[in-house]
């Protein structure tokens, strides 16, 4: 017999309920075991997620197995038991219904049912071949142009069929990749990257040249992608020399005035409410003074009687109080830290003396300054910082120079267009700025694009440890980043910037942003709460499927949402060890089958610790 065909050798059961698209079957009692043979295959009967079929007349009706139980003594009352059924109900979700043009060997389906089945009919297992063209189906309907179909896994229960996803829909519409510690996270990262990489956009066999800039926490992805990646780190580490790593430009003039505030104020309410004007001042000050529109804080302090108090504006020739009325202080405009630090200490350490302006006493400059000024040293001195704190006067990297990091080409690497931003070492209240400023820096190269050129130059931002920077609590440390990773999440998706989110712990990511993905491709899940939360992001019919969560094997995984074709369950493509991050853990039997450090190795582990 062909695809499709009734055939009673595969009927596994007969329905005796429909409530809306959930159907209950009632199994065969010839079914010793949760598995059938046909055509010398085994079957599995009843494995959640998997795939069964009901013939109506030409239409073809797809159902996924949520559920295996007993019957109830009210089922059993209410139904009766016919002959050939026993008490075994297996629940299925209806998703489709596809009719089968058997002398074209084409099959054409709609999502959603229209068609409802009555009770006492068959139901039946979907066949591999079934399946490989049902999927394919799915897959590949609609749309012409660039093919934007990409690979990473196949099919559980298939026979190996392969799983595409929709990229447009995957990147565009925002990603989450959940699961827990040890269950292959990163891989999974990886794998789908590596399927981005080979993937043929074009018929001449062009290879896609996407744009990626990876957030990695623990420096582990850049073993992954060797040539194809340029990996930046936020400051040397003198563990590895620095070895294959550039150092990074992203210097505090790119934070945005709340950002650099964040960075430099403290976490105390007296601070949060009155120290923030300080700051807000000396920035504006500082970037006028580089654009050249105010006079330097030293000359302001000295022109008092005309504009008031110290701290005011004080135009530079030439300009106008309208062009410092006009001036943003969040330009990224680099300018000067000394010159911030003098705005404070010469311009705002004032009070009204008489008819003239006199220095603060030492216990309100200490209630109002010393904290700011107190930071911005313990920054500035900190060598892990340097590439953001070192001072930008003279020789300063140009805007578009940074911008070419992340989104532009690379002589030394032309086919590089993964770039990974390794922050590992850094404090969380410096590496949540910092990634702030990068998203900030993100969104506004597309937002001041062209839409032709927005067309040409999407971005995926992919978020590692997301939880790190969009925590579902309000933390002083994580607002910077919150802010930034937010805003794409709600809007990116207009300006051609996606977001990829992956986490260990979705419960702690915040809730907003985790419901801006439309697709998500969620491991092993131990966590009974983690599991509570996806399950509210996830469609109805996937309820049963949350409850594999926590025995899922390795490299397999639930997909679902807009960029797959339906929910499903399937197995990440394989990774060569050159292919996968660096994130495999420390064997302690391996570790403690060797001797203790010595003296030496003890001295040269103490060096590289003193000189971070």
Avoid at 164 to 188: E, N, P, R
Avoid at 467 to 484: F, K
Wanted: charged share 25%; net charge neutral; proline share 5%.
């Amino acid at each position: 017999m062909s695809d499709f065909d009734y055939d009673p050798d595969i009927q596994i059961g007969t329905v005796f309920e429909i409530s809306g698209t959930t159907i209950k079957v009632s199994l065969k009692r010839s079914l010793t075991e949760l598995v059938q043979t046909h055509g010398g295959t085994v079957y599995s009967v009843g494995q959640i997620g998997s795939l069964v079929k009901l013939h109506i007349g030409r239409t073809v009706l797809f159902g996924m197995v949520r559920l295996l139980r007993l019957q109830t003594e009210e089922e059993a009352a209410a139904h009766g038991v016919t002959d050939g059924m026993d008490r075994r109900v297996l629940e299925a979700d209806l998703f489709e219904e596809a009719r089968w043009q058997k002398s074209k060997e084409a099959l054409t389906f709609d999502r959603g049912v229209r068609n409802s089945p009555l009770p006492l009919q068959g139901v039946f297992i979907v066949t591999f071949s079934e399946a490989r063209r049902l999927y394919t189906a799915i897959e590949m309907q609609g749309g012409g142009g660039p093919n934007r179909f990409v690979s990473f896994g196949s099919y559980v229960g298939a026979d190996g069929v392969a799983c595409h996803a929709d990229m447009d829909k995957l990147f565009g519409q925002h990603f989450a990749v959940l699961g827990s510690t040890g269950s292959g996270k990163s891989t999974a990262v990886a794998a789908i990257l590596h399927a981005v990489l080979g993937h043929k956009a074009t018929e001449d066999g062009q290879l896609s040249r996407p744009r990626v800039i990876i957030i990695d926490p623990h420096g582990e992805y850049g073993p992954a992608f060797g040539d194809r990646a340029v990996v930046y780190r936020a400051y040397q580490d003198a563990g590895d020399g620095g070895a294959g790593f550039r150092a990074a430009k992203l210097p505090y003039w790119l934070m945005s005035s709340e950002e650099f505030r964040r960075l430099v104020v403290g976490k105390g309410e007296f601070e949060a409410t009155s120290q923030s004007n300080v700051v807000y001042k000396a920035l504006a000050h500082a970037r006028m003074f580089a654009a050249g529109l105010v006079l330097s804080a030293e000359d302001a302090a000295r022109k008092t009687d005309e504009f008031g108090h110290p701290d005011l504006p004080r135009p530079a020739p030439g300009k106008t109080m309208e062009e410092i009325v006009q001036f943003d202080r969040d330009w990224p405009i680099p300018f000067d830290l000394d010159e911030f630090r003098k705005h404070i200490e010469l311009c705002q350490n004032n009070r009204p003396s008489g008819a003239t302006w006199a220095p603060e006493t030492p216990s309100e400059f200490q209630k109002k300054f010393a904290s700011i000024l107190d930071k911005l040293s313990v920054l500035r001195l900190d060598s892990r910082l340097s590439f953001l704190m070192r001072n930008q006067v003279g020789g300063d990297p140009a805007l578009a120079e940074i911008l070419a990091q992340f989104v532009g080409g690379d002589e030394d690497k032309p086919n590089a267009p993964i770039r990974i931003l390794d922050i590992s070492g850094l404090p969380t209240e410096v590496a949540g700025p910092l990634t702030a400023a990068l998203a900030r820096l993100l969104f506004s190269y597309k937002l001041v694009q062209t839409r032709e050129e927005r067309e040409r130059d999407p971005i995926l931002l992919v978020c590692e440890e997301a939880h790190r920077y969009v925590p579902d609590r309000g933390e002083a440390q994580y607002a910077a980043a919150q802010d930034a990773i937010r805003r794409i999440a709600r809007e990116g998706r207009k300006y051609g910037i996606g977001l990829m989110l992956v986490s260990q712990r979705p419960s702690d990511v915040e809730s907003t942003v985790l419901s801006q993905c439309n697709s998500w491709l969620v491991l092993r899940l131990t966590n009974g709460r983690d599991q509570e939360h996806v399950g509210r992001f996830l469609p109805d019919s996937m309820a049963a499927l949350i409850k594999l969560l926590p025995s899922l094997p390795r490299r397999e995984a639930l997909f679902v949402g807009e960029a797959a074709a339906l929910p499903s369950r399937i197995k990440l493509t394989f990774l060569a060890e050159g292919q996968r991050p660096k994130s495999n853990d420390i064997s302690f039997a391996a570790g403690w089958a060797q001797e203790l450090p010595d003296v030496a190795a003890l001295n040269a582990v103490a060096i590289r610790m003193a000189s971070r």
